[in-house]
Nanobody, 121 residues
Framework: QVQLVESGGGLVQPGGSLRLSCAAS????????MGWYRQAPGKERELVAA???????RYADSVKDRFTISRDNAKNTVYLQMNSLKPEDTAVYYC???????????????WGQGTQVTVLS
Protein backbone atom coordinates (compact mmCIF):
# COMPACT_ATOMS: atom_id res chain seq x y z
CA GLN A 1 0.00 0.00 0.00
CA VAL A 2 1.43 3.35 -1.09
CA GLN A 3 0.22 6.63 0.30
CA LEU A 4 1.13 10.31 0.21
CA VAL A 5 0.81 12.34 3.40
CA GLU A 6 0.88 16.12 3.23
CA SER A 7 1.54 18.70 5.92
CA GLY A 8 2.22 22.39 6.29
CA GLY A 9 -0.91 24.18 5.16
CA GLY A 10 -2.52 26.95 7.17
CA LEU A 11 -3.64 30.54 7.40
CA VAL A 12 -1.24 33.36 6.52
CA GLN A 13 -1.22 37.09 5.87
CA PRO A 14 -0.49 38.41 2.36
CA GLY A 15 3.25 38.49 1.79
CA GLY A 16 3.78 35.64 4.20
CA SER A 17 5.33 32.23 3.67
CA LEU A 18 4.39 28.59 4.11
CA ARG A 19 6.21 25.36 3.45
CA LEU A 20 4.31 22.26 2.36
CA SER A 21 5.72 18.76 2.70
CA CYS A 22 4.54 15.50 1.19
CA ALA A 23 6.01 12.16 2.17
CA ALA A 24 5.41 8.99 0.19
CA SER A 25 5.36 5.77 2.20
CA UNK A 26 4.69 2.10 1.68
CA UNK A 27 6.18 -0.53 -0.57
CA UNK A 28 7.89 1.82 -3.01
CA UNK A 29 10.26 0.67 -5.74
CA UNK A 30 10.82 4.05 -7.39
CA UNK A 31 9.29 7.50 -7.80
CA UNK A 32 9.34 9.41 -11.07
CA UNK A 33 7.71 12.82 -11.29
CA MET A 34 6.50 14.58 -8.12
CA GLY A 35 4.45 17.71 -8.04
CA TRP A 36 1.96 20.01 -6.40
CA TYR A 37 -1.46 20.94 -7.72
CA ARG A 38 -4.07 23.25 -6.28
CA GLN A 39 -7.79 23.70 -6.54
CA ALA A 40 -9.62 26.86 -5.54
CA PRO A 41 -13.40 26.91 -4.95
CA GLY A 42 -15.27 26.80 -8.24
CA LYS A 43 -12.11 26.26 -10.26
CA GLU A 44 -10.41 23.28 -11.84
CA ARG A 45 -7.35 21.67 -10.33
CA GLU A 46 -4.18 23.20 -11.78
CA LEU A 47 -0.50 22.35 -11.77
CA VAL A 48 1.55 24.55 -9.46
CA ALA A 49 4.99 22.98 -9.77
CA ALA A 50 6.60 19.71 -10.77
CA UNK A 51 9.98 18.09 -10.31
CA UNK A 52 11.16 14.88 -11.97
CA UNK A 53 13.78 12.63 -10.43
CA UNK A 54 16.59 14.53 -12.17
CA UNK A 55 15.54 17.73 -10.41
CA UNK A 56 14.55 19.86 -13.41
CA UNK A 57 11.67 21.97 -12.18
CA ARG A 58 8.75 23.65 -13.86
CA TYR A 59 6.25 26.11 -12.51
CA ALA A 60 2.93 27.70 -13.32
CA ASP A 61 3.48 31.27 -14.51
CA SER A 62 1.43 32.57 -11.59
CA VAL A 63 3.90 31.24 -9.00
CA LYS A 64 7.27 31.65 -10.74
CA ASP A 65 9.84 33.49 -8.62
CA ARG A 66 7.64 33.06 -5.51
CA PHE A 67 7.37 29.28 -5.04
CA THR A 68 10.18 26.73 -4.99
CA ILE A 69 9.70 22.98 -5.36
CA SER A 70 12.34 20.54 -4.16
CA ARG A 71 12.59 16.85 -3.33
CA ASP A 72 14.60 14.55 -1.12
CA ASN A 73 14.84 11.23 -2.93
CA ALA A 74 16.28 9.47 0.11
CA LYS A 75 13.18 10.42 2.11
CA ASN A 76 10.67 10.07 -0.76
CA THR A 77 9.52 13.57 0.08
CA VAL A 78 8.64 16.63 -1.98
CA TYR A 79 8.46 20.17 -0.63
CA LEU A 80 6.87 23.41 -1.78
CA GLN A 81 8.26 26.61 -0.32
CA MET A 82 5.74 29.39 -0.89
CA ASN A 83 6.85 32.98 -0.41
CA SER A 84 5.15 36.32 -1.06
CA LEU A 85 1.77 34.65 -0.78
CA LYS A 86 -1.24 36.39 -2.30
CA PRO A 87 -4.97 35.95 -1.62
CA GLU A 88 -5.30 34.34 -5.05
CA ASP A 89 -3.03 31.54 -3.85
CA THR A 90 -5.82 30.38 -1.55
CA ALA A 91 -6.72 26.80 -2.45
CA VAL A 92 -6.48 23.19 -1.41
CA TYR A 93 -3.01 22.00 -2.36
CA TYR A 94 -2.56 18.40 -3.46
CA CYS A 95 0.64 16.41 -3.69
CA UNK A 96 1.05 14.12 -6.70
CA UNK A 97 3.59 11.41 -7.45
CA UNK A 98 4.19 8.77 -10.10
CA UNK A 99 5.21 5.67 -8.15
CA UNK A 100 6.17 2.10 -8.94
CA UNK A 101 5.39 -0.20 -6.05
CA UNK A 102 7.58 -3.19 -5.20
CA UNK A 103 4.66 -5.57 -5.71
CA UNK A 104 3.67 -4.71 -9.26
CA UNK A 105 6.35 -2.41 -10.76
CA UNK A 106 3.54 -0.72 -12.67
CA UNK A 107 3.70 3.08 -12.68
CA UNK A 108 0.67 4.58 -10.93
CA UNK A 109 -0.35 8.15 -10.25
CA UNK A 110 -0.97 8.83 -6.55
CA TRP A 111 -2.57 11.83 -4.82
CA GLY A 112 -2.36 13.16 -1.31
CA GLN A 113 -5.42 14.05 0.71
CA GLY A 114 -4.97 17.79 0.22
CA THR A 115 -4.01 20.58 2.60
CA GLN A 116 -5.75 23.94 2.85
CA VAL A 117 -3.77 27.12 2.25
CA THR A 118 -5.62 30.34 3.04
CA VAL A 119 -4.11 33.76 2.40
CA LEU A 120 -6.16 36.47 4.06
CA SER A 121 -7.41 39.29 1.87
Amino acid sequence: QVQLVESGGGLVQPGGSLRLSCAASGSIFSINNMGWYRQAPGKERELVAAIPRDGRTRYADSVKDRFTISRDNAKNTVYLQMNSLKPEDTAVYYCNAEIRSRSSLVLYNYWGQGTQVTVLS
